[in-house]
């Protein structure tokens, strides 16, 4: 049987095969349009994963939607109607979209696909716990699921047992954590939806000293329930985020979209929004676990991408261990509809826990090859063993250099496959990288890939992070390595094992070798504004638009000083960078 979970519409579209429950395939549209966080419908994704999977669209027995439509229009109607005439405006513009989106699958499979068989509707939270759950291989666990917002529903907790999942309690919308949290990112002056992240990384820059004022907007029970202050919010009104009062309460206008240098006002609040999602998050899985009695802990919702929290909750609250699969965010929601139809409305066997990150689109080396030399590249082959010894070499002499293998990853975190790599120990790495390569701002940290079996001895954390979803501090008995080092001494690590790549895993390995630091600089392969690389040429392109020293394709390594000139614009000149 083979079932094809989506999402899509809103932000981050993405397709997942799952093949007589095996995951087969998954991806992000983004990795096709190169257009960021893709809402469309995800065409390329889907036909991909079928490619994957060798099918074409006669042999898809379901789709799987990640919502329900008519849910999420019943809210968004309601809350047009209940604020009217604030946001109409706003609301007149959407309805197409919306009559012809959402409201329109079926239609939408059949012309775009030719599709005419079974279209099932999940539900937001509930997908997004089967994302977790049915991934993770454990017989039980608690579930704890937290965003911005689904149908109605905004946060959700319940259990896993067996092939049944029961969520027991939510919040529903307005009170949000997740739209909290995008609310202050728009102050601070980043995308809503897009640059969350961005605020994780500036809060260890500040100081806790408005966390009384955010109190103010948000009032948390001592079991983590919660509710937000609505008068100093609007996006229940579907025009804006918030509103004047919530400026009058922190005393400074909004910040415009990535202006200027951030003052110690904007690092204070990131760090006590920080603050408070940390509390929350910790009470909630406490409060959970407790109940369910089940100290196995599985996060989703784009809530559980902040590893901050999810370190917090590692070590305050009383769970045995989290699990938090690599595409949390909506995204992740096409994954989970496809293993809820498997698992919990089939009810059939369960798999052991998810084999791998490695999900979406792979090249062979012919195919890298013949991208090449199109572009008249100028590249050496090497054979496994010197292959490994000459990007060792690069990394050494203090390169920047690029590393696309295999099949890209699945979710927002780049993990050995379309990667940028560094020399941890360098003491101006991360400057290097931020300003040549990523064309990005300089407060924003760099994670470590670390040897499974060295982490504890380098990290302050006792267990895997394969899919970079914790944060732990650096022991402070170790050489410095400045380039992976948070200002307050963290880092969000990946592991890797021999299991998970033993390409990159000897890659490492080699590397520890050579300088007694089993860790790399990991980070994603892309410039400011646009996703992840997925093929060979969005590769070779980035390679040439930034000053990347070297990177290695497969087999090949490839140099900057010997291309010849490409002519594109560089990556500055494209995003208006100076």
Avoid at 286 to 295: E, F, H, K, R, Y
Avoid at 359 to 387: C, H, I, Q
Avoid at 416 to 441: V, Y
Avoid at 562 to 573: I, T
Wanted: net charge negative.
């Amino acid at each position: 049987m083979n079932i094809v979970g989506l999402s899509c519409f809103y932000h981050d579209s993405a397709a997942c095969l799952v093949s007589d429950g095996e995951i087969v395939a998954a991806a992000s549209q983004e990795a096709f349009s190169r257009i960021k966080h893709d809402s469309a419908f995800p065409r390329h994704a889907i036909e991909f994963v079928l490619r994957q999977g060798g099918l074409d669209i006669s042999k898809v027995d379901a789709f799987v939607y990640y919502d329900k439509p008519i849910r999420k229009f019943d809210r968004v109607v309601r809350s047009y109607l209940e604020n009217f005439p604030s946001g109409f405006g706003n609301f007149v513009r959407k309805m197409p979209h919306w009559m012809n989106t959402q409201l329109r699958l079926p239609q939408t499979l059949k012309k775009e696909l030719g599709f005419e068989g079974s279209v099932l509707y999940s539900e937001h939270h509930l997908s997004h716990a089967a994302s977790a759950f049915f991934a993770s291989g454990w017989e039980e666990a608690s579930i704890l699921t937290v965003d911005g917002v689904g149908e109605w529903v905004c946060s959700s907790w319940g259990v896993g047992r067996g092939n049944q999942i029961s969520l027991q309690g939510e919040t529903r919308f307005p009170h949000s954590l997740g739209l909290l949290y995008s609310a202050i990112t728009r102050y601070l002056g980043f995308k809503v939806n897009s640059a969350e992240y961005k605020v994780m990384g500036l809060a260890p820059y500040g100081e806790p000293r408005f966390v009384a004022e955010m109190r103010k907007l948000i009032d948390v029970a001592p079991d983590g329930s919660f509710r937000l202050n609505m008068s100093y919010f609007a996006f229940d009104e579907g025009s804006r985020m918030y509103n004047e009062r919530l400026e009058q309460l922190f005393g400074q206008p909004t910040r415009d979209l990535d202006a200027g240098d951030l003052t110690s006002f904007h690092k204070d609040m990131a760090r006590s929004l920080q603050v408070i999602v940390d509390e929350v998050m910790v009470r909630l899985a406490t409060t959970l676990v407790g109940q369910t009695g089940a100290p196995k802990l599985c996060l989703a919702g784009g809530v559980a991408l902040n590893c901050v929290a999810n370190g917090e909750i590692l070590r305050k609250a009383p769970v045995e261990d989290i699990f938090v699969q690599p595409s949390a965010g909506d995204a992740g929601g096409a994954m989970g509809a496809a293993l809820l139809c498997w698992n919990q409305l089939l009810q059939r066997p369960r798999l052991p826990r998810l084999p791998t990150a490695y999900l979406g689109p792979g090249y062979t080396d012919a195919e890298v090859r013949t991208v090449l030399d199109g572009y008249s590249a100028k590249y050496t082959f090497f054979e496994r063993e010197a292959l490994l010894d000459e990007a060792v070499r690069l990394l050494m002499a203090g390169k920047v250099l690029g590393w696309f293998q295999g099949r890209m990853e699945w979710g927002p975190r780049a993990l050995g496959h379309r990667t940028i790599l560094g020399d941890p120990r360098h003491p101006e790495m991360r400057d290097i990288i931020n300003r040549k390569i990523k064309m990005r701002e300089g407060f924003r940290p760099f994670a470590p890939s670390v040897l499974e079996d060295h982490v504890s001895e380098w990290f302050q954390l006792d267990r895997p992070s394969p899919y970079m979803l914790l944060v732990a501090p650096v022991r402070p008995d170790k050489p410095a390595l400045p380039s992976i080092t948070h200002v307050d001494g963290s880092a969000r690590i990946q592991t890797i094992s021999r299991e998970q790549d033993a390409l990159y895993y000897d890659l490492i390995d080699r590397f520890r070798v050579a300088t007694g630091v089993p860790v790399l600089i990991n980070t994603s392969m892309n410039v400011r504004g646009e996703p992840m690389v997925c093929s060979p040429d969005d590769t070779y392109r980035c390679f040439m638009r930034t000053e990347m020293d070297a990177i290695v394709m497969g087999p090949f390594v490839l140099l900057k000083e010997d291309q010849p000139v490409l002519k594109l614009r560089s990556a500055a000149e494209e995003f208006g960078l100076d």
